[in-house]
C-alpha cells in the first residue's frame, strides 16, 4: 500500500507542485536578496558621502581643527554613519572612532576587527567611504553591516521554516490525495473482479461529485449496462430461435414419419421428399434471414453506401408490387412527386420498403388499400406506408420488431416474423427511425431519413 501511494498520479502532481513551489519561492528570495542589499548599501554609501562632503567643507573654511569638530559632532548623532575616521599626512588618526588605516580612495570596505579587537562576529565588515580632503588629510566614513547580516540571518531562517512547512504540507497532502485515490481505484478493481467472478449485476458505486473518477464509475456502469442488454438480448435470440425453429423441424420430422409409415409407391416417397425439401427450404431461409440481420445489425454494407433516388426505389416497388395487391383485390397507390436523395444502399432500401409493403398486403383482408407516399421537409425526408387493415394494438408496435415475433392472429399468415425485425436493423444502418402508428383504421409505418444536402 505505502509503495503504491507514492506512485500514484496525484502523489507525483503534488510532489511537481512541491518542488516547483521551491523553486519559485528561492528565485523570489534571490531577486528580493539582491533588491534589498544594493538598496541598503547605496544607503550607507550615500550617507558616508554626506559626511564626507561635510568633513570637506569644514576643512575648507576652517583648517584641520574645523574637520575634527565636524567628525566628533557627527560621531555624537546617530543618525550618520556609526565609523568615521580622520587622518593626517603621516598616518596619524586625528579624530574619529576607527584606528589610523593605510588610506583607500572610493568604495572601502574594513574588516570591523579594525574597530573591535574584541568582536568575535568578525564575519560582517564595514562598509564606506574614503577619500582626501585636502592634499594628505584623508577621512573614512562607514557604517556596520552587522544589522543588515542579522536581518539577512533572520529573512534566511524564515525563508527555510516556510519551505519546510510547504513540504511538509506537500508530502501530506500527496498522501491524503493519493489514498482517496487509491480507496476509489480499488473499490472500481473489486467490483470488476465481481463482475468477472460472475456477479453480473454488481455496479460501481459513484459518489455526487462530478469529477473524473466519477465520470468513469458511470461510464463503466453505462457501459456494462448496455454489455447486460446485449447478452440479454444474445439470450432472447438463441431462445427464441430454438423456440421457432422447432416447429418447422416438427414438421418436416412429421412428413418424414409420415412416408415411413404410410408411403409404398415412388410417387408416394417423391412426394414425402418434396415437402422434406420445402420444410429444409423454410428452414434455410430463417437462418439466412437471421445471418443477414446480424451482418446489418453490425454495420456490413454501410462501406457501398452512395446517394441512391428514393422516389426511384418507391416508384418502381410500386410498379412490382401492382400485381400481387391486385390478385387480393387491394388497391396499391404511390405519392411519390419529387425525387429524393439519401445517402444509402439501394438494395437494403428496396428490401425495407418491399418488407412494409409485404405486411400490408399479407396482414390485411381483401379489398385493402395501400399508399405508399414521400414526403420531404427541410432537413427530413419520410415514406409512409400505410393499409386500412386490422393494424397493431399499442403495446405491440415495439414488440413486432423483436425477430420471430408475430401476432396471435397473424399465426395463420405466411411469415416468420423476422421481416420487421429487418427493417429495424436497415434503418439503423442508414441513421433512419422507423415508427409504427395508427392509420385509424390500419397501420402506417414511417421511416424518416435525414435528407442529403
Ligand atoms: N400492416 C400490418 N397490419 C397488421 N399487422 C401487421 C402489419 N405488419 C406487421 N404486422 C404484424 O406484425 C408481425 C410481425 O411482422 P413481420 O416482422 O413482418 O413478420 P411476418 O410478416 O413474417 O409475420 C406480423 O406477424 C403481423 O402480426
Ligand atoms: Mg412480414
Keep these: 500500500m505505502e509503495i503504491r501511494l507514492f506512485r500514484t498520479e496525484s502523489f507525483r502532481l503534488t510532489a511537481i507542485f512541491a518542488l516547483l513551489f521551491v523553486g519559485a519561492t528561492l528565485v523570489l528570495s534571490g531577486v528580493l536578496y539582491a533588491i534589498v542589499d544594493s538598496a541598503f548599501k547605496s544607503e550607507v554609501l550615500l550617507n558616508a558621502g554626506q559626511d564626507l562632503a561635510a568633513i570637506r567643507k569644514g576643512y575648507d573654511s576652517e583648517g584641520i581643527s574645523e574637520a575634527k569638530e565636524v567628525v566628533n559632532q557627527r560621531l555624537a548623532r546617530p543618525t550618520t554613519s556609526n565609523f568615521l575616521l580622520l ?244 388497391i396499391l397507390e404511390a405519392n411519390a412527386d419529387s425525387s429524393v436523395d439519401v445517402f444509402g444502399d439501394r438494395e437494403l432500401l428496396s428490401q425495407m420498403f418491399v418488407n412494409l409493403i409485404e405486411n400490408a398486403i399479407t396482414h390485411t383482408p381483401d379489398g385493402a388499400r395501400v399508399t405508399i407516399d414521400m414526403t420531404a421537409t427541410e432537413a427530413s425526408v419520410s415514406v409512409r406506408v400505410a393499409d386500412n387493415g386490422p393494424g397493431i394494438p399499442p403495446d405491440e408496435r415495439e414488440k413486432v420488431f423483436r425477430r420471430f415475433y408475430r401476432l396471435e392472429r397473424g399465426r395463420s399468415t405466411p411469415g416468420s416474423g423476422l421481416g420487421l425485425a429487418l427493417v429495424a436493423a436497415i434503418a439503423q444502418i442508414h441513421y433512419a427511425t422507423v415508427e409504427l402508428s395508427d392509420n385509424a383504421p390500419g397501420l402506417c409505418a414511417t421511416v424518416t431519413f435525414r435528407k442529403l444536402s
Design 87 to 330: 587622518q593626517n599626512a603621516g598616518g596619524k588618526k586625528i579624530a574619529g572612532n576607527l584606528p589610523a588605516i593605510t588610506p583607500a580612495v572610493g568604495t572601502v570596505r574594513l574588516p570591523i576587527s579594525a574597530a573591535r579587537k574584541d568582536d568575535r562576529r568578525a564575519e560582517h565588515r564595514i562598509l564606506g567611504r574614503g577619500q582626501f580632503i585636502a592634499p594628505g588629510v584623508y577621512a573614512f566614513a562607514g557604517q556596520d553591516l552587522a544589522v543588515f547580516n542579522a536581518a539577512e540571518r533572520e529573512a534566511l531562517r524564515a525563508i527555510g521554516w516556510t519551505l519546510t512547512a510547504a513540504l511538509i504540507f506537500a508530502v501530506a497532502a500527496g498522501i491524503l490525495l493519493s489514498r482517496g485515490f487509491l480507496r476509489r481505484m480499488d473499490t472500481i478493481t473489486q467490483t470488476c473482479q465481481a463482475i468477472m467472478a460472475g456477479q453480473l449485476s454488481d455496479r460501481i458505486p459513484v459518489p455526487g461529485t462530478q469529477d473524473e473518477l466519477s465520470r468513469l464509475a458511470s461510464t463503466i456502469n453505462a457501459m456494462l449496462d448496455r454489455i447486460n442488454a446485449l447478452m440479454e438480448n444474445v439470450r432472447q435470440i438463441s431462445t427464441d430461435i430454438a423456440h421457432d425453429l422447432r416447429t418447422p423441424l416438427t414438421r418436416l420430422r412429421h412428413h418424414l414419419e409420415l412416408a415411413r409409415a404410410e408411403a409404398a409407391t415412388v410417387d408416394e416417397y417423391g412426394v414425402a421428399v418434396d415437402h422434406g425439401i420445402e420444410d429444409t427450404n423454410r428452414i434455410l431461409s430463417i437462418f439466412s434471414a437471421l445471418l443477414r440481420i446480424s451482418q446489418i445489425e453490425a454495420g456490413a454494407g454501410r462501406a457501398s453506401f452512395q446517394r441512391v433516388d428514393l422516389q426511384k426505389i418507391v416508384k418502381n416497388l410500386a410498379d412490382l408490387y401492382g400485381p400481387a395487391a391486385e390478385d387480393k383485390k387491394h
